[in-house]
């Protein structure tokens, strides 16, 4: 019988792996149905860019144009506040090596990189439940709002709080919005020029477009300086530069797909809440269910071809996201009819 303990535990884990699934249980007759990211199934249209957004060198102007549609989607005061990146993990790995030795506090559990990359570049770091437990000598802190994987949300008044106190001691608040897309009011873009506050905003995963490896850094304009240094000259392709211009201006698909998540995450809270599933928490794009047949469900949706994040460190956790089509949506409810709710055997 297949179970969770295969899936090899080598760096850290990641959903959107279709290669180990195919590792663990072969090709499935109809492909994969991939709901272990957080990932809008239907991505952004964008209209053809043209052959030389491939052939020449990124310009200074498409960069600036970039900068300037994310400062207005995002809230920013100025588009000096932002920094495109060729996605949020590039922005993960620079920033522990832009500050000293530092004691990095990681509010977890969350998405596993932030931890990892702090404590590979030599800093002293801390996972903690909750900023409050952080110890009292942290110049750095780390928190994912909403957070990858149980949605949970951090009110902006709390996080200035925190900010404030760090920026005294000259350090850093870094915020992960990958996810705020869908909550926007929860952001603190707004508040990105003053001191000591970092946002990582992600457009890869509301725009259903993660192979363009795009993602932003907002932040005062010294600081975006600094680490739009350190990211060099022609950190962003022509064509991720062109695409992202289009869709961070594209208002009325933007506030429609954020009615179709909505909807969507409402009808899979349905569908899993009528199986008997305990919903932990999620955002528009994902949900988390927690239950002590977890790795049962995982087993027997893969075996329908459909694969979800598991969380080998967290084995009643399971994270899925939202189907997409009405062909996907079907499948999903044909996988949930023949589930018996005690084992993954057919």
């Keep these: ?56 060198l990124p310009q200074r102007n498409s960069l600036e144009k970039l900068k300037g549609e994310a400062q207005r989607f995002y809230g920013t005061p100025s588009s000096d506040n932002v920094v495109p990146a060729p996605g949020t993990q590039a922005l993960i790995q620079w920033l522990p090596r832009l500050r000293g030795f530092s004691r990095v506090a990681v509010v977890g559990p969350t998405y596993e990189e932030h931890f990892k990359v702090w404590n590979a570049v030599g800093h002293k770091v801390t996972m903690c439940g909750t900023p409050g437990e952080a110890p009292e000598d942290t110049e750095v802190m780390v928190v994912v709002s909403p957070n990858n994987p149980d949605g949970r949300r951090y009110p902006p008044d709390e996080l200035e709080a925190l900010r404030k106190d760090l920026a005294i001691r000259g350090g850093w608040l870094v915020v992960d919005e990958a996810f705020a897309d869908v909550i926007p009011d929860l952001s603190l873009a707004g508040h990105c020029n003053k001191g000591g506050l970092i946002i990582l905003r992600s457009f890869g995963k509301f725009f259903g477009l993660a192979g363009v490896r795009l993602g932003f850094a907002l932040t005062n304009a010294a600081l975006a300086k ?25 208002k009325a698909w933007i506030e429609k797909t954020r009615r179709v998540l909505a909807t969507g995450r409402q009808q899979l809270e349905t569908l899993l809440k009528r199986k008997g599933f305990e919903i932990a928490g999620g955002t528009d794009l994902f949900l988390l269910i927690n ?56």
């Design 1 to 56: 019988m297949d179970t969770l303990s295969k899936e090899p535990a080598v760096g850290v884990f990641h959903g959107g792996d279709i290669g180990l699934a195919e590792k663990i249980h072969g090709h499935p007759q109809h492909g994969w149905l991939d709901l272990s990211t957080g990932i809008n199934p239907k991505p952004y249209p964008f209209r053809e860019i043209g052959f030389e957004a491939y052939s020449k």
């Design 226 to 250: 600094h680490l739009a240094d350190a990211l060099g000259p022609w950190a962003i392709s022509g064509p991720a530069e062109a695409i992202g211009i289009q869709a961070l201006g594209d």
């Design 291 to 346: 239950s002590e047949v977890t790795e049962e469900f995982h087993i027997h949706l893969a075996r329908q071809g459909i694969w979800t994040r598991a969380f080998p460190e967290y084995p009643a956790w399971l994270r899925l996201g939202q189907p997409g089509s009405k062909k996907n949506w079907d499948r999903l409810k044909v996988a949930l009819a023949g589930w018996d709710g005690v084992s993954g055997e057919e």
